[in-house]
Nanobody
Framework: AQVAESGGGLVQAGGSLRLSCAAS????????VGWFRQAPGREREGIAC????????AIADSVKGRFTISKDNREKKVYLQMDHLQPEDTGVYYC?????????????????????????WGQGTQVTVSA
């Protein structure tokens, strides 16, 4: 699946942004989607994912209580609502799509292997949070 992110930008600490993930064929049906981020000099980390079949959600502890993942089946998009942003949230944010739920879930919980190749990655969108 080819996916693309949008919605990044520059925001002050305490502010909010909403990122969107859409498939190039305008469909995210039967595809599980996760959000990842990568700060300069750091490994890419999974932060949230949503199960297409039953709506199960996993959120990383680092963003729990501040970030929310949701899916709009009518618009065929997955959103990452980010509130109470902090400078340490700065990085490039990616969405990934995969037909399997386990690998996405495990990466968000910090258990999965970075070597696993998801079906599709977006190009990323920059999020910068100023102090």
């Amino acid at each position: 699946a080819q996916v693309a992110e949008s919605g990044g930008g520059l925001v002050q600490a305490g502010g909010s942004l909403r990122l969107s993930c859409a498939a190039s064929d305008n469909s995210l049906i039967y595809i599980h989607v996760g959000w990842f981020r990568q700060a300069p000099g750091r490994e890419r980390e999974g932060i949230a994912c949503i199960n297409d079949e039953d709506g199960r959600i996993a959120i990383a502890d680092s963003v729990k209580g501040r970030f929310t993942i949701s899916k709009d089946n009518r618009e065929k998009k997955v959103y990452l609502q980010m509130d109470h942003l902090q400078p340490e949230d700065t990085g490039v944010y990616y969405c990934a799509a995969d037909g399997a739920w386990g690998p996405l879930h495990d990466r968000v919980l910090g258990l999965g292997s970075a070597a696993y190749e998801f079906d599709g990655w977006g190009q990323g969108t920059q999020v910068t949070v100023s102090a």
